[in-house]
């Protein structure tokens, strides 16, 4: 009996040592404990959760917030946003600006690397402009800079050679740019996942590959990615070739796809992520928790018709459907987390001019009258026949985008007795079908890339028109966006742009305004110096602490 009693105790303790050495209770916090208790020094990992799946890494082509955000984190440009949202030195070290403000010599720093250990040089950034610029590699993007650069826009639409580009690469370290026109927030530009570099070799060793998989891309900036699951999510470690890496705190940071905001809570409820946004239902239940806080970023959201299918072909209708709902009881009862109502495109406290933001200079613009709703529906209805086609409006499957469509199908409803379907499919199934021209009408927002309007007004500038956009297609629309960027006058500049927005929203009636994003979420107390900015690529994970 003794001998058994000792043998069942010895398979006991092999067992507790066994489970001890795996960590079976899954609890990283508790695995970190235990390797800084024998000396392998405490893991500093980030755990945060997407609200969607990735639709493109390919920093040329992608066009969406989520792909810029992970972007942001592993890529670098001459410069990058800090904590303030103003451009710092980043692969550059310093710039000189010439007298007429039109041309910008950068200086890179010495010793900076690619994750493979290769220098990066003035050659890869050259050769990434030109990439996002040639008409058969660029992407949708292109414009941010073939709009600035001297001799971009003719490149980009085939009429120039690469030759005739005015980016210069004095040396490896010395990269001069030319631009069209002085552009006081050129150097935020470069910031933008657009701008940053590429290496020649790698991408074309890749071919058809590159960037489809995380060993797929390299890597120039604080976290390289060593997991990459479009629908799943990355997970991220230290960039140790990184220049300035002694300033990252972070050793692994996890982006997870979780789409319900629900089971992003209860996540964050167990402990298994650091930060979550809350819905509308959560916002008085945890408002008054040390945890809670809340920010808003520049990012509209509306409704846009697609001036190319029925019944949106028609302007009456486009305008009854613009007038068919309030955006007030969106935000303050469904959203309810300080996102604002919209009633025009360009977001609040976008700059504007002397001390009035753009929005103070113009007002509302699109306001709910639902009366005239109706009778802009009638005479729509004239028009076309006397009947509606089955009217269908596309949204993503996230949390968020579905209350607005679910919103808009109550509104339009109750305001005009008109039924609506909804069609939802992935974040990146909305974009393919918005490309492909399938669609009605759809929940669509935009996220400013830069601080001036022009970062909204040039979305529906296009010839030809793209199904993307809704077949907008508006020459006067157009003249005032180009002469804008022409513009030296500051007030005149403005009153081109002021008079494009209108035009946009109240005579065309391309969009139907929602709303100004906010959010409230919850952060770990632990957590410090986590960014996001309110344009440009959200997210800045270079200098989180977590202690």
């Not at 692969?91 to 600006?97: G, H, L, Q, R, W």
């Not at 890179?108 to 220098?119: A, F, P, T, Y």
């Not at 790698?202 to 390299?218: C, W």
Request: proline content about 4%; overall charge negative.
């Amino acid at each position: 009996m003794k001998k058994n009693l000792w043998k069942i105790w010895g398979m006991l303790l092999l067992a507790i040592m066994l489970l001890s050495a795996c960590n079976f209770s899954g609890d990283e916090g508790a695995s970190s404990e235990q390797n800084s208790e024998e000396g392998g020094g405490e893991e500093k990992v980030l755990r945060l959760s997407l609200e969607n799946d990735i639709p493109d890494l390919n920093q040329v082509e992608t066009t969406d917030g989520i792909s810029f955000d992970i972007l942001n984190n592993v890529m670098e440009g001459l410069y990058r946003l800090d904590a303030e949202n103003n451009p710092e030195p980043a692969m550059a070290e310093s710039v000189d600006v010439s007298d007429d403000a039109l041309t910008y010599t950068f200086h890179l720093r010495e010793g900076i690397k690619w994750s493979n250990g290769e220098d990066v040089t003035a050659n890869d950034f050259k050769y990434s402009w030109l990439r996002a610029m040639h008409p058969d590699t660029s992407g949708s993007y292109s414009f941010i800079l073939a709009d600035y650069i001297k001799g971009g826009d003719a490149f980009a639409s085939g009429e120039a050679t690469e030759d005739e580009v005015a980016i210069t690469v004095e040396d490896e370290s010395t990269l001069i740019v030319e631009l069209n026109e002085p552009t006081p927030y050129f150097l935020g530009l470069t910031a933008f996942a657009t701008y940053f570099p590429l290496n020649k070799d790698f991408v074309e060793e890749q071919g058809d590959q590159f960037a489809l998989s995380h060993d797929a891309i390299l890597y120039n900036g604080p976290f390289v990615i060593t997991e990459y699951d479009q629908a799943a999510g990355v997970e991220l470690e230290k960039n140790d070739q990184y220049w300035d890496q002694d300033n990252v705190d972070l050793d692994q940071v996890s982006l997870k796809v979780i789409k319900e905001k629900s089971t992003q809570l209860n996540l964050y409820e167990a402990g298994e992520l650091d930060r979550v946004t809350l819905s509308s239902n959560d916002v008085d239940e945890f408002k008054d928790s040390d945890e809670f806080g809340t920010e808003t970023e520049f990012t509209s959201w509306y409704i846009q018709f697609n001036l190319s299918k029925e019944p949106f072909d028609n302007e009456n209708i486009r305008k009854a459907f613009q007038l068919a709902y309030e955006p007030e009881v969106l935000t303050s009862t469904i959203l309810n987390n300080g996102s604002e109502p919209a009633y025009s495109l360009i977001a609040p406290k976008m700059q504007g001019l002397e001390d009035q933001s753009f929005r103070d200079l113009n007002g509302k613009i699109i306001e709910p009258d639902f009366k005239k709703a109706k009778e802009y529906l009638e005479k729509g209805l004239a028009e076309i026949g006397g009947e509606l086609p089955e009217v269908e409006i596309l949204t993503a499957d996230d949390t968020v985008a579905k209350d607005a469509a679910t919103f808009i199908q109550s509104q339009v409803k109750e305001n005009l007795d008109v039924d609506i379907s909804i069609v939802t499919k992935p974040y990146s199934g909305r974009l393919d079908a918005m490309r492909e021209d399938d669609y009605q009408f759809v929940i669509s927002k935009w996220g400013a890339d830069y601080n001036d309007a022009t970062t909204y007004l040039d979305l529906w500038v296009g010839d030809p028109p793209s199904a993307f956009r809704g077949h907008y297609h508006n020459p006067e629309y157009m003249d005032l966006v180009y002469k804008a960027k022409e513009e030296k006058d500051e007030a005149t500049r403005m009153d081109l742009l002021l008079e494009a927005e209108r035009i946009l929203l109240e005579e065309d009636a391309v969009l139907g305004p929602l709303y100004y994003e906010g959010s409230a979420f919850l952060q770990k107390s632990n957590v410090e110096n986590l960014v996001n900015h309110p344009y440009g690529a959200r997210l800045e994970l270079k200098d989180v602490t977590v202690n």
